[in-house]
């Protein structure tokens, strides 16, 4: 999850031609980027969805504004380019992904197994996962949670502690259960994940901490 500025080299500013109000995207970008699917995305749904369900409305050009949209276009790039070249959130050399004490993920590496699988993976008995990272392909988990939560799964800073250089950041993601998810029907409920995300600039090292006991929503269990 996160964008940490784009590449402003040379006399002139490029001009944002697409894009929303958490998310950037520069006029080269748009033809030279390969795209998953084909062109820059569209996140009017999840938008929706953030706007009316946030617990923090910042301030436009606040720090915590800052650090939830780099956050926010990190994970535009992740889900919607297909090249680490064409990440303007990151330095691809530098980037670093870990979750919950685990070894961390090199850029490649996190673009492989993309975002659910990287921050999902799990180290609990078999029996209690509701979610199996090993078994899915980066294909397979966007589309199990695509279908489980239609309208987005929503994502919000709702508290900075330090920074920067070394960016210290509450963080809540949220969604509806309004589609099946491994055989497990819809119930309407919310999922909600807090965790706390650590992001060290030019570096862009992100540690996170998530409580994965969150999906057990999905799988109807309380």
Not at 89 to 100: Q, T
Not at 179 to 186: A, I, R, S, T
């Amino acid at each position: 999850m996160a964008e940490v500025g784009g590449d402003s080299s040379g006399t002139q500013e490029k001009k944002v031609v697409y894009g929303d109000k958490y998310r950037t995207i520069l006029e080269d970008e748009v033809k030279s980027t390969h795209w998953r699917h084909g062109g820059p995305p569209i996140f009017d749904a999840v938008n929706k969805l953030f706007e009316e369900g946030r617990t923090k409305e910042w301030p436009k050009g606040s720090f915590e504004e800052t650090v939830q949209n780099a956050v926010k276009s990190w994970e535009m790039e992740l889900s919607h380019k297909t090249r680490l070249q064409d990440f303007r959130s990151i330095n691809p050399d530098k980037f670093l992904l870990s979750v919950n004490g685990r070894k961390g993920l090199n850029g490649e590496e996190t673009l492989r197994l993309g975002s659910y699988n990287a921050l999902l993976k799990n180290t609990l008995p078999e029996q209690f996962q509701v979610y199996k990272a090993s078994e899915e392909t980066y294909e397979s988990s966007h589309e199990a949670f695509r279908t489980a939560l239609p309208r987005g799964f929503a994502w919000e800073v709702i508290e900075v502690y330090s920074g920067p250089p070394l960016i210290t950041y509450k963080f809540r993601h949220w969604g509806y259960f309004e589609g099946p998810f491994k055989g497990h029907e819809p119930t309407g409920e919310m999922v909600e994940f807090f965790g706390i995300g650590v992001m060290k600039v030019c570096f862009f090292i992100l540690i996170i901490y998530i409580n994965n006991s969150s999906l057990d929503v999905l799988a109807g269990e309380e």
